[in-house]
């Protein structure tokens, strides 16, 4: 994890701007250890929430209250739109939508998923135990893992996209249009919006100014019926920031944290970390196969047991990495894939 690209009144002057642009930064609490999760409220026609915050009473209240310190309140809203599929960014979505009766904007892969959230975030637990218990995590901590995570599942919400976003669309406002830019990795759905008069880009978790996005396994969006292949979410996410570098946006405002004022210094920067991360995983592999749980242990220690869903997406997602470049393959063992340096000889 890498320092703070942006100094204390840098961060400042990059706010300004934003609000100079209409775009309001409403940092909503979550339960998560992310910390607040910042919804953007966009003065123009249509009024506009980007992002909701999680379902919960206390993120409802300041959400409210932030909107009032503009001078708008939760029925005024026209418009909220979803920049990807996790809880802390769309939780309150059923409430705020019944209650403004805004329009609904989100990624078309998203709609299904949000329209049956607990079905979907059901299916995403049972698909992640699966993946733990093929990458070695103990039995024993993958049932204390996911009764947290069904615990947590309270946070986020149904809701009914009105409005189907597609690669390539265009939200037009009074007095602004923004490119829709479907950029998977950090989650299937990242979606982000790129204002090319402003050049200001709205960029949900595909970029964080404090610390790299986690690329999570996740189920793919599409169900083609059969068992969902695992999407190689760095290989995917390495590509959508590569996508990211060539826009010549000025400020990225993001999902956490303060804005991005130099994106491609940052995105150079992640790509050198998951070169060096893949380098360190690969010199593990020299003393014989391991699991991507053993190799998460050895890199992080006890927050290979804490965060382990994260953690092993990071090393499968590594993995990925050194995989396409021909130095590992997988082998299973007893139901358990163990990766292997390509060079470490004959088995
Ligand atoms: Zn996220």
Same mark, same amino acid.
């Given at each position: 994890?890498?320092? $703070? ?14 609000? !100079?642009? !209409? ?11 992310? !910390? ?41 809203? $026209?418009?909220?739109?979803? /920049? ?11 409430? +705020? ?94 979606? +982000? ?24 396994? &996740? ?5 083609? !019926? ?13 590509? &959508? ?12 405002? /993001? ?26 995983? +690969? ?27 994260? /953690? ?36």
């Amino acid at each position: 994890m890498t320092g $703070e690209h942006v100094s204390r009144s840098a961060a400042g002057e990059a706010w300004a701007r934003a609000t !100079g642009a !209409g775009i309001h930064r409403l940092a909503v609490p979550t339960p998560f250890l992310v !910390g607040r999760v910042n919804c953007y409220l966009i003065e123009d026609e249509p009024l506009t929430l980007v992002d909701t915050g999680p379902n919960s009473g206390k993120s409802l209240d300041e959400l409210a209250l932030a909107l009032e310190r503009h001078g708008h309140r939760i029925q005024d809203l $026209e418009l909220i739109v979803i /920049t990807h599929q996790h809880m802390d960014h769309l939780g309150l979505l059923e409430i +705020l939508a019944r209650r403004s009766g805004a329009e609904v904007a989100a990624l078309h892969l998203l709609a299904p998923y949000l329209e049956h959230f607990n079905e979907r975030a059901t299916d995403d637990d049972e698909f992640a135990e699966s993946i733990m218990r093929r990458h070695g995590v103990p039995n024993d901590l993958i049932t204390v893992l996911s009764s947290v995570g069904a615990a947590f599942r309270a946070y986020g919400s149904s809701g009914h996209v009105t409005r189907e976003l597609s690669d390539g669309d265009t939200l037009t406002f009074r007095d602004r249009r923004l490119r829709v830019m479907h950029r998977p990795g950090h989650s299937p759905s990242d979606t +982000l919006f790129w204002d090319e008069d402003r050049r200001i880009l709205i960029a949900g978790d595909h970029l964080l100014d404090h610390v790299s996005s986690n690329p999570l396994i &996740s189920r793919p969006l599409v169900d083609d !019926g059969g068992a969902p292949p695992r999407r190689r979410a760095l290989i995917e996410y390495i590509e &959508s920031m590569r996508m990211t570098r060539e826009l010549p946006a000025e400020l990225v405002v /993001t999902g956490h944290g303060n804005p991005i004022v130099d994106h491609v210094a940052l995105i150079d920067e992640r790509l050198r970390m998951h070169n060096r991360r893949a380098r360190k995983m +690969l010199r593990l592999l020299a003393g014989g196969p391991l699991s991507a749980f053993e190799i998460a242990s050895s890199m992080w220690g006890n927050i290979a047991v804490t965060q382990a869903f994260l /953690t092993l997406s990071e090393v499968v997602g590594h993995m990925d990495l050194l995989a396409a470049e021909g130095k590992v393959h997988e082998l299973e063992q007893a139901d358990v894939v163990r990766f292997e340096a390509a060079s470490s000889g004959s088995r």
